[in-house]
């Protein structure tokens, strides 16, 4: 199954199933396969720090549409939503200053960077949990990603709680534009070019 490959109901329900009692999957994203678990529960976001021996960067989210990305930040600029609903679903992913209570390993100075990912099982799963989930590179820290079933049960144990079947899109890292106040500024550069 390619990533662009649409993922029933059924083949998601174990998965939906591990995300709910706070658990962490590999699903293929349209970049590389990303460790995915609930961005609203501190336990499970933890947990995929612990599982990646990551530092104190901050894990990206993935969220189903614009709605549900104005739930967790402060309200935007306008030129923020504008560029959301111009590239989302796409290879954008956006910093904004964050609602508070949100999980700290998910924030760096109170900002958050989210997007919708292209078409993907990670988009079919985000969109079947109903909740945003981490975006995080299956790999160890510092090491290359891991895209096998395999490898991905041998780096990380039983601390992964399965993998969704299809294989990452192989597309480039999406852009990273803070767009949090009103000059943007460009994060990592990538497919979306965004212009003063």
């Known amino acids: 199954m390619e990533a662009g490959s649409l993922v029933s109901e059924e ?6 199933e591990v995300l709910r009692a706070g658990g ?5 994203t349209e970049t590389q396969m990303g460790l995915l678990a609930d961005a609203l529960d501190g336990a499970a976001v933890e947990r995929v720090v612990r599982m990646k021996g990551r530092g104190p960067e901050p894990i990206g989210v993935i969220v189903a549409g614009l709605e549900q990305a104005l739930a967790l930040v402060e309200p935007p600029p ?3 939503v504008e560029l959301a609903r111009a590239h989302w679903p796409g290879p954008l992913t956006l910093v904004l200053r964050a609602r508070p209570g949100l999980p700290a390993a998910l924030l760096q100075d109170g900002k958050l960077g989210l997007r919708v990912p292209g078409p993907s099982p990670a988009l079919a799963l985000v969109r079947a949990f109903g909740r945003p989930l981490t975006a995080t590179s299956a790999n160890l820290s510092g090491q290359p990603p891991i895209e096998d079933a395999a490898g991905l049960r041998q780096a990380f144990g ?3 709680g399965g993998v969704v079947p299809g294989r990452p899109g192989g597309q480039p890292a999406s852009t990273v534009l803070d767009a949090s106040g009103e000059t ?4 990592r550069p990538g497919p979306v070019v965004v212009g003063d």
């Open 158 to 160: 039983d601390q992964l």
């Open 24 to 28: 962490v999957v590999a699903c293929p």
């Open 184 to 187: 943007l500024v460009v994060l």
């Open 78 to 80: 306008e030129r923020a």
């Open 11 to 16: 083949e998601l329900a174990p998965f939906l």
